[in-house]
Protein backbone atom coordinates (compact mmCIF):
# COMPACT_ATOMS: atom_id res chain seq x y z
CA UNK A 1 0.00 0.00 0.00
CA UNK A 2 1.51 2.96 -1.24
CA UNK A 3 2.09 6.24 1.33
CA UNK A 4 -1.38 8.25 0.20
CA UNK A 5 -3.38 4.96 0.86
CA UNK A 6 -1.74 4.83 4.48
CA UNK A 7 -2.61 8.13 5.29
CA UNK A 8 -6.49 7.98 3.88
CA UNK A 9 -7.07 4.68 5.95
CA UNK A 10 -5.22 5.66 9.14
CA UNK A 11 -6.55 8.72 11.19
CA UNK A 12 -3.89 10.41 12.87
CA UNK A 13 -2.40 7.04 14.18
CA UNK A 14 -5.54 6.47 15.75
CA UNK A 15 -8.07 5.16 14.10
CA UNK A 16 -8.71 2.98 11.21
CA UNK A 17 -11.12 3.83 8.25
CA UNK A 18 -13.19 1.14 7.06
CA UNK A 19 -16.35 1.06 4.73
CA UNK A 20 -18.53 3.87 3.86
CA UNK A 21 -21.60 3.59 5.56
CA UNK A 22 -23.68 6.54 3.73
CA UNK A 23 -22.80 10.26 2.63
CA UNK A 24 -25.01 13.51 2.32
CA UNK A 25 -24.39 16.27 0.79
CA UNK A 26 -21.02 17.57 2.56
CA UNK A 27 -20.37 14.57 4.66
CA UNK A 28 -19.47 10.60 4.47
CA UNK A 29 -19.79 8.20 7.39
CA UNK A 30 -17.28 5.66 7.87
CA UNK A 31 -16.97 2.84 10.10
CA UNK A 32 -13.87 3.00 12.09
CA UNK A 33 -11.85 1.23 14.60
CA UNK A 34 -10.01 2.82 16.93
CA UNK A 35 -6.34 1.47 17.11
CA UNK A 36 -6.03 1.93 20.95
CA UNK A 37 -9.11 0.36 22.45
CA UNK A 38 -10.43 -1.98 19.39
CA UNK A 39 -14.02 -0.07 19.27
CA UNK A 40 -15.75 0.23 16.31
CA UNK A 41 -16.97 3.78 15.48
CA UNK A 42 -18.74 6.05 12.93
CA UNK A 43 -16.50 8.28 11.73
CA UNK A 44 -18.10 11.68 10.10
CA UNK A 45 -16.10 12.72 7.83
CA UNK A 46 -16.65 16.57 6.22
CA UNK A 47 -14.91 18.39 3.52
CA UNK A 48 -13.79 21.79 4.86
CA UNK A 49 -13.49 23.89 2.13
CA UNK A 50 -17.25 22.99 0.07
CA UNK A 51 -18.90 24.06 3.69
CA UNK A 52 -16.66 27.00 3.89
CA UNK A 53 -17.51 27.78 0.57
CA UNK A 54 -21.60 27.38 1.28
CA UNK A 55 -21.51 28.91 4.82
CA UNK A 56 -21.93 25.75 6.55
CA UNK A 57 -19.21 26.22 9.06
CA UNK A 58 -21.10 27.65 12.32
CA UNK A 59 -23.91 24.50 11.40
CA UNK A 60 -20.84 22.16 11.50
CA UNK A 61 -19.79 23.58 14.67
CA UNK A 62 -22.87 24.06 15.96
CA UNK A 63 -23.81 20.36 15.49
CA UNK A 64 -20.74 19.28 17.28
CA UNK A 65 -20.97 21.57 19.97
CA UNK A 66 -24.79 20.28 20.77
CA UNK A 67 -23.85 17.06 20.82
CA UNK A 68 -21.39 17.25 23.32
CA UNK A 69 -23.83 19.12 25.60
CA UNK A 70 -26.43 16.30 25.49
CA UNK A 71 -24.51 12.93 27.19
CA UNK A 72 -27.91 10.56 27.01
CA UNK A 73 -28.38 6.97 26.56
CA UNK A 74 -30.78 7.51 23.83
CA UNK A 75 -28.98 10.22 21.90
CA UNK A 76 -25.63 9.20 19.68
CA UNK A 77 -22.56 9.56 21.63
CA UNK A 78 -19.92 12.39 20.50
CA UNK A 79 -16.59 10.51 21.18
CA UNK A 80 -14.39 13.04 19.89
CA UNK A 81 -13.12 15.75 17.30
CA UNK A 82 -10.70 15.94 14.90
CA UNK A 83 -9.46 18.08 12.13
CA UNK A 84 -6.87 18.63 9.51
CA UNK A 85 -5.79 21.20 6.82
CA UNK A 86 -8.49 19.99 4.33
CA UNK A 87 -11.18 17.95 6.31
CA UNK A 88 -12.87 17.74 9.89
CA UNK A 89 -13.38 14.43 11.19
CA UNK A 90 -16.33 13.00 14.29
CA UNK A 91 -15.86 10.31 15.67
CA UNK A 92 -19.52 9.06 17.18
CA UNK A 93 -21.02 5.56 18.48
CA UNK A 94 -21.66 3.23 16.05
CA UNK A 95 -25.78 2.61 15.90
CA UNK A 96 -25.94 -0.54 14.11
CA UNK A 97 -29.69 -1.17 13.98
CA UNK A 98 -30.75 1.00 11.57
CA UNK A 99 -33.44 3.74 11.27
CA UNK A 100 -36.67 3.82 12.65
CA UNK A 101 -37.96 5.01 9.05
CA UNK A 102 -37.42 1.43 8.42
CA UNK A 103 -39.26 -0.63 10.75
CA UNK A 104 -42.15 2.01 10.15
CA UNK A 105 -41.80 1.66 6.32
CA UNK A 106 -43.10 -2.15 6.73
CA UNK A 107 -46.28 -0.68 8.74
CA UNK A 108 -47.91 0.38 11.61
CA UNK A 109 -46.09 -0.80 15.23
CA UNK A 110 -47.90 -2.45 18.38
CA UNK A 111 -49.15 0.09 20.67
CA UNK A 112 -46.83 -1.15 22.99
CA UNK A 113 -43.93 -1.48 21.06
CA UNK A 114 -44.72 2.49 19.70
CA UNK A 115 -44.71 3.20 23.50
CA UNK A 116 -41.89 2.05 24.29
CA UNK A 117 -40.10 4.33 21.62
CA UNK A 118 -41.86 7.45 22.34
CA UNK A 119 -40.94 6.95 25.97
CA UNK A 120 -37.30 6.86 24.74
CA UNK A 121 -37.43 9.72 22.51
CA UNK A 122 -39.28 11.98 25.03
CA UNK A 123 -36.46 11.07 27.49
CA UNK A 124 -33.80 12.13 25.13
CA UNK A 125 -35.79 15.31 23.74
CA UNK A 126 -36.55 16.15 27.15
CA UNK A 127 -33.07 16.33 28.53
CA UNK A 128 -31.55 17.75 25.56
CA UNK A 129 -34.17 20.89 26.46
CA UNK A 130 -32.81 21.24 29.74
CA UNK A 131 -29.78 21.61 28.24
CA UNK A 132 -31.16 24.36 26.33
CA UNK A 133 -30.60 22.52 22.84
CA UNK A 134 -33.33 22.08 20.48
CA UNK A 135 -33.14 19.71 17.71
CA UNK A 136 -35.37 21.05 15.35
CA UNK A 137 -35.66 18.15 12.48
CA UNK A 138 -36.72 15.45 14.63
CA UNK A 139 -38.31 12.56 11.76
CA UNK A 140 -37.82 8.63 11.79
CA UNK A 141 -35.01 8.87 9.86
CA UNK A 142 -32.89 10.70 12.48
CA UNK A 143 -33.94 7.92 15.04
CA UNK A 144 -31.47 5.05 15.00
CA UNK A 145 -32.07 1.80 17.03
CA UNK A 146 -28.64 -0.06 18.46
CA UNK A 147 -28.28 -3.98 18.62
CA UNK A 148 -31.09 -4.24 21.45
CA UNK A 149 -33.68 -2.29 20.13
CA UNK A 150 -33.04 0.88 21.64
CA UNK A 151 -33.72 4.36 20.01
CA UNK A 152 -30.94 7.17 19.57
CA UNK A 153 -31.80 10.52 18.32
CA UNK A 154 -29.08 11.68 15.73
CA UNK A 155 -28.08 14.36 13.08
CA UNK A 156 -28.02 17.47 15.14
CA UNK A 157 -27.23 19.64 12.29
CA UNK A 158 -29.84 21.63 12.38
CA UNK A 159 -29.66 22.09 16.16
CA UNK A 160 -29.85 25.28 17.99
CA UNK A 161 -29.51 26.52 21.62
CA UNK A 162 -31.23 28.92 23.81
CA UNK A 163 -28.67 31.88 23.77
CA UNK A 164 -29.09 31.71 20.15
CA UNK A 165 -33.33 33.63 21.20
CA UNK A 166 -34.08 37.00 19.99
CA UNK A 167 -35.12 39.50 22.61
CA UNK A 168 -38.54 38.47 22.11
CA UNK A 169 -37.37 35.03 23.91
CA UNK A 170 -38.36 32.53 20.66
CA UNK A 171 -36.24 31.24 17.68
CA UNK A 172 -36.29 32.52 13.96
CA UNK A 173 -35.08 30.75 11.80
CA UNK A 174 -37.47 28.25 9.61
CA UNK A 175 -36.37 24.86 9.25
CA UNK A 176 -36.64 21.00 9.74
CA UNK A 177 -38.57 18.51 7.57
CA UNK A 178 -42.15 19.78 6.07
CA UNK A 179 -44.05 17.32 6.82
CA UNK A 180 -42.58 16.93 10.72
CA UNK A 181 -42.56 20.78 11.59
CA UNK A 182 -44.81 23.14 13.34
CA UNK A 183 -47.10 25.30 12.23
CA UNK A 184 -45.25 28.49 13.89
CA UNK A 185 -42.27 27.74 12.62
CA UNK A 186 -43.55 27.68 8.83
CA UNK A 187 -45.65 31.09 10.15
CA UNK A 188 -41.90 32.74 10.58
CA UNK A 189 -43.01 34.56 13.19
CA UNK A 190 -41.29 33.74 15.71
CA UNK A 191 -41.22 29.98 17.93
CA UNK A 192 -40.49 28.45 21.35
CA UNK A 193 -37.43 25.40 20.16
CA UNK A 194 -38.98 23.01 23.21
CA UNK A 195 -42.74 23.52 21.80
CA UNK A 196 -41.82 23.09 17.77
CA UNK A 197 -40.10 19.56 19.03
CA UNK A 198 -42.91 18.53 20.77
CA UNK A 199 -45.15 18.91 17.83
CA UNK A 200 -42.59 16.90 15.79
CA UNK A 201 -42.44 14.44 18.40
CA UNK A 202 -46.56 14.14 18.24
CA UNK A 203 -45.92 13.26 14.15
CA UNK A 204 -43.61 10.58 14.94
CA UNK A 205 -45.95 9.29 17.58
CA UNK A 206 -48.88 9.18 15.00
CA UNK A 207 -46.77 7.68 12.52
CA UNK A 208 -45.74 4.88 14.78
CA UNK A 209 -49.41 3.93 15.49
CA UNK A 210 -50.72 4.58 12.08
CA UNK A 211 -47.64 3.63 9.13
CA UNK A 212 -48.47 7.02 7.92
CA UNK A 213 -48.43 10.87 7.88
CA UNK A 214 -50.97 12.85 9.45
CA UNK A 215 -50.47 15.43 7.11
CA UNK A 216 -49.79 14.64 4.32
CA UNK A 217 -50.69 15.87 -0.08
CA UNK A 218 -48.62 16.21 -3.30
CA UNK A 219 -49.68 19.71 -3.60
CA UNK A 220 -46.79 21.14 -0.44
CA UNK A 221 -48.73 24.75 0.07
CA UNK A 222 -52.09 22.20 0.61
CA UNK A 223 -49.90 20.75 3.04
CA UNK A 224 -48.92 23.25 5.45
CA UNK A 225 -52.72 24.63 5.62
CA UNK A 226 -53.45 21.33 7.31
CA UNK A 227 -50.45 21.60 9.60
CA UNK A 228 -51.82 25.26 9.99
CA UNK A 229 -54.94 23.69 10.79
CA UNK A 230 -54.24 20.91 12.82
CA UNK A 231 -56.29 19.21 10.10
CA UNK A 232 -55.78 15.56 10.75
CA UNK A 233 -57.56 12.66 11.71
CA UNK A 234 -56.80 9.53 14.03
CA UNK A 235 -57.42 5.90 12.55
CA UNK A 236 -60.11 4.09 14.56
CA UNK A 237 -57.31 1.63 15.93
CA UNK A 238 -56.13 4.14 18.04
CA UNK A 239 -56.71 3.98 21.78
CA UNK A 240 -58.89 6.64 23.73
CA UNK A 241 -55.92 7.43 25.66
CA UNK A 242 -53.36 7.51 22.38
CA UNK A 243 -56.14 9.19 20.06
CA UNK A 244 -56.28 11.98 22.93
CA UNK A 245 -52.41 11.99 23.82
CA UNK A 246 -51.26 12.87 20.19
CA UNK A 247 -54.47 15.49 20.01
CA UNK A 248 -52.72 17.15 22.35
CA UNK A 249 -49.21 16.90 20.68
CA UNK A 250 -50.83 18.20 17.65
CA UNK A 251 -52.34 21.50 18.72
CA UNK A 252 -51.67 23.82 16.36
CA UNK A 253 -51.77 26.81 18.78
CA UNK A 254 -48.33 26.70 20.27
CA UNK A 255 -49.09 28.14 23.83
CA UNK A 256 -52.18 25.77 24.48
CA UNK A 257 -49.86 22.29 23.12
CA UNK A 258 -48.96 19.92 25.55
CA UNK A 259 -45.57 20.41 27.59
CA UNK A 260 -43.14 17.56 28.00
CA UNK A 261 -43.53 17.25 31.75
CA UNK A 262 -47.01 17.05 30.94
CA UNK A 263 -46.73 14.26 28.72
CA UNK A 264 -44.22 12.44 30.89
CA UNK A 265 -46.93 12.39 33.44
CA UNK A 266 -49.97 11.15 31.23
CA UNK A 267 -51.62 7.66 31.81
CA UNK A 268 -51.07 6.11 28.49
CA UNK A 269 -47.25 7.32 28.50
CA UNK A 270 -46.27 5.87 32.13
CA UNK A 271 -47.60 2.17 31.34
CA UNK A 272 -44.79 0.03 31.97
CA UNK A 273 -42.86 -2.14 29.03
CA UNK A 274 -44.47 -5.24 28.75
CA UNK A 275 -41.88 -8.15 29.75
CA UNK A 276 -41.59 -9.51 26.24
CA UNK A 277 -39.94 -6.21 25.21
CA UNK A 278 -38.43 -5.58 28.01
CA UNK A 279 -36.56 -8.94 27.65
CA UNK A 280 -35.41 -7.65 23.98
CA UNK A 281 -32.90 -5.15 26.14
CA UNK A 282 -30.03 -5.72 27.62
CA UNK A 283 -30.48 -2.79 30.37
CA UNK A 284 -33.83 -2.18 29.84
CA UNK A 285 -34.26 -3.85 33.61
CA UNK A 286 -31.91 -0.52 34.43
CA UNK A 287 -33.34 2.71 35.49
CA UNK A 288 -33.32 5.05 32.72
CA UNK A 289 -32.33 7.88 35.79
CA UNK A 290 -29.52 5.27 36.97
CA UNK A 291 -28.34 5.10 33.13
CA UNK A 292 -28.08 8.65 33.09
CA UNK A 293 -25.97 9.36 35.75
CA UNK A 294 -23.59 6.61 35.02
CA UNK A 295 -22.80 8.23 31.20
CA UNK A 296 -22.29 11.70 32.88
CA UNK A 297 -20.25 10.36 35.27
CA UNK A 298 -17.61 8.83 33.06
CA UNK A 299 -15.79 12.32 32.50
CA UNK A 300 -11.82 12.47 32.11
CA UNK A 301 -9.54 13.43 34.53
CA UNK A 302 -7.04 14.60 32.20
CA UNK A 303 -7.54 16.02 28.89
CA UNK A 304 -5.80 15.54 25.54
CA UNK A 305 -5.53 18.25 22.42
CA UNK A 306 -8.75 16.64 20.96
CA UNK A 307 -10.32 17.30 24.32
CA UNK A 308 -9.30 20.84 24.22
CA UNK A 309 -10.46 21.20 20.72
CA UNK A 310 -14.00 19.75 21.83
CA UNK A 311 -14.09 21.25 25.08
CA UNK A 312 -12.72 24.67 25.47
CA UNK A 313 -14.89 27.77 24.08
CA UNK A 314 -17.46 25.92 23.82
CA UNK A 315 -16.42 23.90 20.91
CA UNK A 316 -14.67 26.98 19.31
CA UNK A 317 -12.94 25.69 16.12
CA UNK A 318 -12.33 28.48 14.35
CA UNK A 319 -8.32 28.58 15.12
CA UNK A 320 -8.36 25.47 12.73
CA UNK A 321 -9.95 27.02 10.34
CA UNK A 322 -9.02 30.34 10.43
CA UNK A 323 -12.07 31.83 11.49
CA UNK A 324 -12.77 34.89 13.96
CA UNK A 325 -14.35 34.15 17.19
CA UNK A 326 -17.91 35.06 17.82
CA UNK A 327 -17.51 37.75 20.78
CA UNK A 328 -21.38 37.59 20.86
CA UNK A 329 -21.31 33.83 21.86
CA UNK A 330 -22.15 32.83 25.46
CA UNK A 331 -20.03 29.51 26.38
CA UNK A 332 -20.35 26.78 29.08
CA UNK A 333 -16.64 25.93 29.34
CA UNK A 334 -13.41 28.34 29.17
CA UNK A 335 -8.82 27.59 29.21
CA UNK A 336 -7.43 29.38 31.52
CA UNK A 337 -3.81 29.71 32.80
CA UNK A 338 -4.50 30.65 36.34
CA UNK A 339 -4.26 28.13 38.28
CA UNK A 340 -6.61 25.89 40.11
CA UNK A 341 -6.90 27.51 43.07
CA UNK A 342 -7.11 31.08 41.65
CA UNK A 343 -10.37 30.09 39.63
CA UNK A 344 -11.86 28.78 42.77
CA UNK A 345 -11.33 32.40 44.60
CA UNK A 346 -12.65 33.76 41.52
CA UNK A 347 -15.76 31.61 41.38
CA UNK A 348 -16.40 32.31 45.31
CA UNK A 349 -16.60 35.88 44.61
CA UNK A 350 -18.90 35.43 41.97
CA UNK A 351 -20.81 33.88 43.96
CA UNK A 352 -20.60 35.89 47.18
CA UNK A 353 -21.45 38.99 44.95
CA UNK A 354 -25.02 37.50 44.22
CA UNK A 355 -25.06 35.84 47.68
CA UNK A 356 -24.94 32.17 46.35
CA UNK A 357 -23.33 29.16 48.82
CA UNK A 358 -20.06 27.53 47.93
CA UNK A 359 -18.78 23.84 47.91
CA UNK A 360 -15.49 23.01 46.99
CA UNK A 361 -12.88 20.50 46.62
CA UNK A 362 -9.28 20.85 45.09
CA UNK A 363 -11.33 20.69 41.63
CA UNK A 364 -14.64 20.98 41.97
CA UNK A 365 -16.50 23.95 42.94
CA UNK A 366 -20.40 24.01 43.99
CA UNK A 367 -22.44 27.33 43.55
CA UNK A 368 -25.84 27.22 45.27
CA UNK A 369 -28.66 29.90 44.97
CA UNK A 370 -30.57 31.12 48.61
CA UNK A 371 -33.88 31.89 46.48
CA UNK A 372 -36.13 29.87 44.63
CA UNK A 373 -36.15 29.86 41.04
CA UNK A 374 -38.88 28.53 38.62
CA UNK A 375 -37.41 24.76 39.16
CA UNK A 376 -36.00 24.97 42.30
CA UNK A 377 -32.69 26.75 44.02
CA UNK A 378 -30.26 27.15 41.06
CA UNK A 379 -27.03 25.29 41.32
CA UNK A 380 -23.74 25.25 39.64
CA UNK A 381 -21.05 23.03 39.28
CA UNK A 382 -17.97 23.93 38.12
CA UNK A 383 -14.80 21.16 37.31
CA UNK A 384 -11.29 21.94 36.62
CA UNK A 385 -9.30 19.76 34.47
CA UNK A 386 -5.27 20.15 34.35
CA UNK A 387 -4.53 19.63 30.57
CA UNK A 388 -0.57 20.94 31.99
CA UNK A 389 0.82 21.44 35.26
CA UNK A 390 -0.10 25.82 33.91
CA UNK A 391 -2.87 24.71 31.36
CA UNK A 392 -6.29 24.01 32.65
CA UNK A 393 -10.11 23.80 31.10
CA UNK A 394 -13.10 24.72 33.48
CA UNK A 395 -16.18 22.60 32.94
CA UNK A 396 -19.24 24.73 34.42
CA UNK A 397 -22.52 23.31 34.05
CA UNK A 398 -26.15 23.33 35.50
CA UNK A 399 -26.55 21.08 38.62
CA UNK A 400 -29.99 21.53 39.37
CA UNK A 401 -32.78 24.63 38.68
CA UNK A 402 -34.25 26.20 35.68
CA UNK A 403 -31.76 26.39 32.31
CA UNK A 404 -33.19 29.73 31.25
CA UNK A 405 -31.92 31.28 35.14
CA UNK A 406 -29.14 29.29 34.30
CA UNK A 407 -28.26 31.31 31.08
CA UNK A 408 -28.72 34.27 33.16
CA UNK A 409 -26.65 33.58 35.48
CA UNK A 410 -23.56 32.71 33.47
CA UNK A 411 -23.92 35.57 31.16
CA UNK A 412 -24.98 38.19 33.38
CA UNK A 413 -22.37 37.15 36.35
CA UNK A 414 -20.25 34.19 35.75
CA UNK A 415 -18.90 35.34 32.36
CA UNK A 416 -18.15 39.03 33.42
CA UNK A 417 -16.67 37.54 36.58
CA UNK A 418 -13.93 35.61 35.03
CA UNK A 419 -13.37 37.46 31.96
CA UNK A 420 -10.00 38.65 32.72
CA UNK A 421 -9.01 34.78 33.71
CA UNK A 422 -9.87 33.23 30.12
CA UNK A 423 -7.32 32.05 27.65
CA UNK A 424 -7.69 32.84 23.99
CA UNK A 425 -5.13 31.76 21.74
CA UNK A 426 -2.64 34.33 19.92
CA UNK A 427 -4.67 33.77 16.36
CA UNK A 428 -8.30 34.58 18.34
CA UNK A 429 -6.82 37.86 19.60
CA UNK A 430 -4.42 39.35 16.70
CA UNK A 431 -2.32 41.82 17.75
CA UNK A 432 -3.08 45.60 16.58
CA UNK A 433 -1.39 47.25 13.79
Not at 65 to 88: G, R, T
Not at 129 to 134: A, D, I, K, L, W
Not at 331 to 346: D, G, L, N
Request: hydrophobic content about 35%.
Amino acid sequence: MGEKDSQSTLLHGKYELGRLLGHGTFAKVYHAKNLQTGKSVAMKVVGKEKVIRVGMMEQIKREISAMNMVKHPNIVQLHEVMASKSKIYIAMELVRGGELFNKIAKGKLREDVARLYFQQLISAVDFCHSRGVYHRDLKPENLLLDEEGNLKVTDFGLSTFSEHLRHDGLLHTTCGTPAYVAPEVIGKKGYDGAKADIWSCGVILYVLLSGFLPFQDENLMVMYKKIYRGDFKCPPWFSAEARRLVTKLLDPNPSTRISISKVMDCTWFKKPMPKSLRSRANDSEIDLEEKLKQVQQQQPTTMNAFHIISLSEGFNLSPLFEEKKREDKEEMRFATTSSASSVISRLEEVAKAVKFDVKKSESKVRLQGQERGRKGKLAIAADIYPVTPSFFVVEVKKDHGDTLEYNQFCSNELRPGLKDILWTSSAENPTPA
